[in-house]
C-alpha cells in the first residue's frame, strides 16, 4: 500500500511538472492570440531554437546564467523581427492594428507553420544539432530531494518553482506596468485602444517576442527532463490543447489547462496500456469543446 502510495505521488509530481511546461507553451500561444488575433504554429520551434541557443552560448564559454538570459532574449528578438519583417506584411494590419480585409485565420496558421519549417531546417543544418541529444545543467536538476521514503527529481522541482515564478511575473507585469496595461487594451479593443494613443503595432510586436520568450523558456525547463534535441518541439502540439481548454483568450486558463492536462496525462501512463496517454490531451479536447465550447476560462481574460 505504501508502494503504491509512493509510486502515485511520485507520478503525480512528474505530471505537475510537465504540465508546467505545457502551460507555458499554451500562455506564448495565448499571448499571441489575444494580441494579434493569431494562432501561431511555429511555437514548438521557437521553444527549441531557443534551447539550443542556451546549449550552443554554453558551449561557447558562457556561464549558465548568461546564456540562459542570452537564449531567451535571442528568441524574444527572434519573434519580433520575425513579427515586424515577415507577419505584419505578409498579413497585412491596418493602421488600428486590425488584421487587413481579406486576410484569414488560415493565412496566419500556414504562414507561422512555414515559418516554423524554416527554423527547424536553419537547426537541422548544424549537424551537431540534428544527430546529437544535450543537457543542460541547471540548478538542483541533478539532485534527488528525500522526504522520508519519498523521492523526488530535483529537475522537476525545479520545473515547478520557475513556473510559478514565471506566472507570478506574468501577472504583475499585466496589472501595474504601461506596457502590460497597454497590451491588456490591445487584447480587449485595438481599435479603441489606438484611438486612446496606444501603439497597438508595438504592442503587437511585444506580444510576439514575449510569446517566443516564453517558449524559449519552457525549452530550457523541458531539458532536465527531456533533453535538447531537433524533436522536443513537438510537446506543443499537447500544448495547443492545454491553450484551447482554457479558452484560447485566458492566461491563467492556459496554464491551468497545461498543468491539468500534464497530470491526467501521467496518470493514464499509470493506469493505461502502454501509449495510450498520448491520445488523452486529445480526448480530453474533443470533451471539453463538445462540453464548454468556449473553454474553461474564456471569462477570465487576465
Given at each position: ?101 481579406g ?6 496558421v500556414l ?113 532536465p ?12 502540439l ?25 497530470v ?39
Open positions: 500500500m505504501l508502494r503504491a502510495m509512493l509510486t502515485f505521488i511520485q507520478v503525480l509530481v512528474s505530471g505537475l511538472a510537465i504540465g508546467c511546461v505545457y502551460g507555458l507553451v499554451a500562455l506564448s500561444f495565448v499571448l499571441v492570440y489575444k494580441a494579434a488575433e493569431t494562432v501561431s504554429f511555429m511555437q514548438g520551434e521557437l521553444l527549441m531554437v531557443g534551447a539550443f541557443a542556451v546549449v550552443a552560448l554554453q558551449a561557447a564559454g558562457w556561464p549558465l546564467a548568461a546564456a540562459l538570459a542570452g537564449g531567451v532574449a535571442g528568441a524574444a528578438l527572434l519573434g519580433a523581427v520575425l513579427e515586424r519583417t515577415v507577419l505584419r506584411h505578409v498579413l497585412g494590419q491596418s493602421a488600428m492594428g486590425q488584421p487587413a480585409m486576410q484569414s485565420h488560415l493565412s496566419a504562414l507561422t507553420f512555414g515559418l516554423g519549417l524554416m527554423l527547424r531546417g536553419g537547426v537541422t543544418a548544424a549537424p551537431a544539432a540534428s544527430h546529437g541529444m544535450f543537457t543542460l545543467p541547471l540548478p538542483w536538476a541533478d539532485e534527488v530531494f528525500r522526504l522520508g521514503p519519498l523521492s523526488l527529481p530535483g529537475g522537476q522541482l525545479l520545473v515547478m518553482a520557475a513556473t510559478a515564478l514565471v506566472a507570478a511575473a506574468l501577472t504583475l507585469f499585466f496589472r501595474y506596468s504601461r506596457s502590460g496595461l497597454a497590451l491588456r487594451a490591445c487584447a480587449e479593443d485595438a481599435r479603441s485602444a489606438a484611438l486612446m494613443g496606444v501603439p497597438v503595432a508595438r504592442m503587437h510586436t511585444l506580444a510576439w517576442a514575449l510569446g517566443a520568450a516564453l517558449a524559449a523558456l519552457a525549452g530550457v525547463l523541458l531539458a527532463i527531456t533533453f535538447v534535441h531537433l524533436n522536443m518541439g513537438f510537446i506543443a499537447k500544448a495547443f490543447p492545454a491553450a484551447v481548454l482554457g479558452g484560447l483568450t485566458s492566461l491563467p486558463g492556459a496554464l491551468a489547462g497545461g498543468v491539468f492536462l500534464g491526467v496525462e501521467a496518470l493514464a501512463g499509470l493506469v493505461l496500456p502502454e501509449g495510450t496517454k498520448d491520445v488523452v490531451p486529445y480526448l480530453l479536447l474533443l470533451a471539453a469543446l463538445l462540453l464548454f465550447p468556449a473553454g474553461f476560462g474564456a471569462r477570465r481574460t487576465a
